[in-house]
């Protein structure tokens, strides 16, 4: 494989994302932005879907690298999800424009089922973490937990900045759903 | 009724006879042979076989959306007509496979995905009235997260092909707890 170009190619996403919106991107354009030739993509990537599959993977990585440093040293637990889930909403935040492109690509499936595997490895992880806070329904509020997550980095997408009313009812869902549920549990034990 | 519009409901009536049985996988000519209309038929009524589609998604939310207003009408507002409206409305998605499978396959389509976004806010708008009413801080965000979380709970019961009580459970206790 072409390492540079694909490096590239990939490295160019940010900027070019910034400028371009997912409907307008085309093979030429990418290629012109990394200093690539067009013979090179196809070689690489073949079609636009691969290349953005790729670029997810690329996200994917960074996000998780980010997460892992800002809770390394962290006990398992509440404080460690809201670390986790403060890093993900910034990281989303600061790759704006690569995360808008990736949200439109999810029309290929190519891009949408590692999406979709994605949340279920965190729905795993945060079912951890849960019960090591011992929340009742782990895995249940872990699912639910991910979708408003998911929905508040949609808000702040859309408004661009950081929107710290939605952080705050989620912190409160994650507290409170947990409680409740455990509450439940042993008041039917 | 003219013969024009008889027409279009034998079309939807054909179309929502296939979205039962077969969700979202069927063509234009299958709707025509189910309707006893020849394929021009459809063409006729519908320039973009996906906007019949779009008419049919729409009319599946208005039963959803009817069915758990007529149910939960006369009740006052707080946890138990909460809970009762939110077990209506997953059952109700639940019963209709069709809905799902139609919804997946018009989030990429300009029509599909406005329908799907205005009716997500219809009922995002209710719970909130909910959520206020019961002097809940933020209604608003905490009504836009509870839907998002309440759509996943009804894409988990899709793919299980069944209810979830854990899911429904946790987001009842939640509204419960938070109400008492």
Redesign the interface.
Same mark, same amino acid.
């Given at each position: 494989m072409n390492a540079p170009a694909r490096d590239k190619l990939l490295a160019a996403a940010v900027a070019l994302a910034a400028q371009v919106d997912h409907d307008e991107l085309s093979i030429a354009r990418l290629c012109s932005a990394a200093g690539v030739g067009r013979h090179e993509f196809k070689a690489v990537f073949g079609e636009l879907s691969r290349y953005f599959e790729a670029l997810q993977l690329q996200f994917f990585d960074g996000l998780r690298t980010r997460m892992l440093k800002m809770t390394a040293g962290t006990a398992p637990g509440a404080l460690r999800i809201k670390l986790a889930s403060e890093s993900y909403l910034a990281y989303c935040l600061e790759s704006a424009g690569v995360l808008r492109w990736l949200l439109a690509a999810r029309?290929h499936s190519a891009v949408r089922q590692p999406a979709r595997q994605q949340i279920v490895n965190y729905g795993l992880l945060l079912g951890g973490e849960l019960r090591a806070a011992h929340c009742a329904?782990a895995?249940?509020?872990s699912?639910?937990?991910?979708?408003?997550l998911?929905?508040?980095a949609g808000?702040e997408l859309r408004a661009g900045e950081r929107r710290p009313?939605?952080r705050?009812?989620?912190w409160?869902?994650l507290d409170?759903?947990c409680?409740?549920?455990t509450?439940?549990a042993l008041s039917a034990a | 009724m003219s013969d024009v519009a008889i027409q279009k409901q034998k079309i939807l009536g054909a179309a929502r006879r296939l979205a039962d049985r077969r969700g979202a996988d069927f063509d234009a000519a299958a709707v025509a042979a189910d309707a006893q209309l020849p394929p021009s038929a459809i063409g006729r009524h519908y320039a973009d076989f996906n906007l019949l589609l779009c008419e049919l998604l729409a009319q599946m939310y208005d039963e959803v959306r009817d069915l758990v207003t007529k149910l939960t009408l006369n009740m006052p507002s707080g946890p138990g007509r909460l809970q009762l409206a939110l077990e209506t409305y997953l059952q109700a998605l639940l019963d209709r496979p069709g809905l799902r499978a139609l919804a997946r396959h018009l989030r990429?389509h300009p029509q599909g995905s406005q329908l799907i976004r205005q009716r997500v806010k219809g009922f995002n708008l209710m719970l909130q009235l909910e959520l206020k009413s019961a002097n809940w801080?933020?209604p608003a965000?905490?009504a836009?997260?509870?839907t998002? @979380?309440l759509?996943? %709970?009804a894409v =988990?019961e899709s793919e299980a092909g069944r209810k979830?009580p @854990?899911?429904r459970? %946790?987001?009842i =206790?939640?509204f419960?707890?938070?109400m008492a």
């Open positions: 029309a329904q895995d249940a509020l699912r639910l937990y991910l979708a408003m998911n929905e508040v808000v009313v939605y705050h009812a989620l409160h869902f409170q759903a409680g409740a549920t509450r439940q | 990429f801080p933020d965000v905490a836009r997260l509870c998002a @979380a759509i996943e %709970t =988990a979830l @854990a899911m459970d %946790t987001l =206790a939640y419960t707890a938070g």
